[in-house]
């Protein structure tokens, strides 16, 4: 349901993909097959039934392909109006998300995101736009810092009230009783679990305080276990990385 990766240094190959956003209704046949595929080379207890069912809930897909049209990666997002913390708001939830191996490091997903979410949340939206991350993964988490200047919760920073009611109300209102409040994860009855070879810490993660931030406040990433993470949208809170995504990113899907 979250990235494998999403940060790593550009590669040449990785340079030449290319992203694109599609409504969900349009999705073929074929390419609900590829995004399966997808998923099933990179997650552990994913079935096909549980795939199609969230895909439905969505509004449209990310779908990111090489030269010849292959599909190498996808995104999944819904874009909603929630009151459950008392103040209208309005909310982007990302669904299963996953980068081929092989092309990780290329910066198409990140500009496509961007511009999907400008697209759904335009900067005329009447309420504030936060986007509900679940994250399994470091990897995936490592996005919020690399692109976002506040976002929670992190090592460096106490959750501001407001922001952690606010979580936690979306997190209840989405995930219900598989929204732990203490721990903030979700635990759902079948998750899917990375597998094996993303588990793995590589040694140059080892010294990165938001990994081990990451790790300590969710041991059980290993058994699917995400963690609830919300970030505002908002240009003042990108970073210098963030506000090249959004230079890049067209306005028009």
């Known amino acids: 349901m979250t990235p494998t990766a999403l940060v790593q240094p550009e590669s040449q190959a990785a340079a030449r993909l290319h992203g694109r956003v599609v409504a969900r209704q349009t999705l073929d046949t074929r390419t609900r097959d590829a995004m399966f595929s997808l998923l ?19 509004s449209c897909a990310i779908l990111l392909e090489d030269d010849t049209g ?29 980068v081929d191996r092989a092309w990780w490091g290329s910066p ?51 959750m501001p009230p407001r922001d952690a009611e606010l979580l936690d109300a979306l997190a209840r209102e989405r995930f219900g009783r598989h929204y732990d409040a203490a721990s903030g994860v979700v635990r759902f009855e079948q998750p899917q679990i990375l597998a094996s070879d993303l588990v793995t810490l590589p040694a140059g993660r080892m ?47």
């Open 207 to 253: 010294p990165d305080p938001h990994v081990a931030f990451f790790l300590e406040r969710n041991p059980g990433f290993v058994r699917g276990d995400e963690l609830v993470c919300l970030t505002r949208i908002d240009d003042r809170n990108l970073t210098p990385a963030g506000r090249r995504m959004a230079r890049t990113s067209s306005p028009e899907l």
């Open 108 to 158: 198409a997903l990140a500009r496509t995101w961007v511009r999907a979410v400008r697209q759904l949340a335009p900067d005329s939206e009447p309420h504030d736009v936060y986007w509900l991350l679940l994250t399994s993964g470091f990897r995936t988490y490592r996005f919020l810092p690399v692109f976002f200047r506040e976002f929670y919760p992190r090592f460096d920073a106490v």
């Open 70 to 98: 292959d599909l190498r990666g996808f995104s999944t997002m819904v874009v909603y109006e929630s009151c459950a913390a008392g103040t209208p708001v309005s909310v982007v939830y990302s669904g299963d998300t996953i």
């Open 40 to 58: 099933t080379a990179h997650f552990v207890g994913v079935d096909r039934t549980t795939f199609d069912r969230d895909l439905e809930d969505k």
